[in-house]
């Protein structure tokens, strides 16, 4: 009893804390930039993408409580992937109301993040049924890595990499190639092929995920070559409902095996 109120006092805590956040931050941005333009959709969706991820958050942290303990590190790091986005888009949403410019930098320090954060999740789902191994942690977690890195120096402007952004984004294409690989055919596939039905239905959907979901980011970089200012206004709109969907949704799979597990484990009991 005693460690169920104490749980449950933490995770009121650290709400409480993320919402201070929240109105401190929303506070500042109305006192130095003014509020929001309600005609320009691009600063719409930066404020529906902040609020969702600030809400996906707080549900993860709370539901965390409701699973068994070894699924609980696999909903803290869900409720890390939000809470990491919904920090980083508090400052995208300023970038732009006040440049209006993609805040490419800030972008994917935020996909450095909670790409290889979601990429483990994988690996912790595996973990939580015993069928983990260090090795495929590693080479998701360096793919993602691989991919990020080409795909940043891809988009920026440093003159060290000019007229390699083809190239170098083809390397990262390949990296989330091998990622989707390691899903559908390679060793996480075939671990998972062995646990529950919900577990097995949210692997499934979060691998879904990660190739239909994120192939939106290619297609946003070929979109955006030489785009113009419409086009790069459209581009972050998509970029902001792909970061929505691709980090709530892929958190609720997660979230969704660890509750029918739990359930499926309370049963045997």
């Given at each position: 009893m005693f460690k169920s109120n104490l749980k449950r006092t933490s995770s009121l805590l650290l709400i409480g804390t993320l919402g201070l956040l929240a109105i401190g931050n929303v506070s500042a941005?109305?006192?130095?930039?003014?509020?929001?333009?309600?005609?320009?959709?691009?600063?719409?969706?930066?404020w529906l993408a902040t609020a969702m991820m600030l809400a996906s958050t707080v549900f993860f942290m709370l539901e965390r409580q409701n699973v068994a303990p070894k699924w609980r590190t696999s909903m803290t790091v869900a409720a890390l992937v939000t809470g990491v986005a919904w920090y980083h888009y508090t400052y995208m949403r300023k970038h732009w109301e006040k440049f209006e410019d993609s805040p490419l930098v800030m972008r994917y320090i935020d996909w450095l993040i909670t790409v290889p954060l979601q990429v483990s999740e994988f690996y912790l789902i595996l973990a939580a049924i015993g069928v983990a191994s260090a090795a495929l942690f590693w080479r998701l977690f360096g793919a993602s890595i691989v991919m990020l890195v080409a795909g940043f120096l891809s988009e920026s402007d440093i003159e060290a990499v000019d007229g390699m952004e083809w190239p170098l984004f083809i390397v990262g294409v390949l990296a989330w190639g091998y990622i989707i690989y390691e899903l559908w055919a390679?060793?996480?596939?075939?671990?998972?092929?062995?646990?529950?039905?919900?577990?097995?239905?949210?692997?499934?959907?979060?691998?879904?995920?990660?190739?239909?979901g994120w192939a939106i980011y290619p297609i946003g970089w070929i979109m955006g070559q030489d785009a113009s200012t419409s086009g790069i206004e459209n581009l972050n709109i998509l970029y902001n409902i792909a970061d929505v969907v691709n980090k709530t949704a892929f958190g609720m799979m997660v979230w969704y095996a660890a509750t029918m597990d739990t359930k499926a484990s309370g049963s045997e009991e």
């Open positions: 941005n109305v006192a130095g930039d003014g509020y929001m333009d309600e005609t320009d959709m691009v600063a719409v969706s930066f390679g060793d996480a596939k075939e671990k998972v092929s062995g646990a529950s039905e919900g577990t097995q239905f949210a692997f499934k959907a979060m691998a879904i995920i990660l190739t239909v």
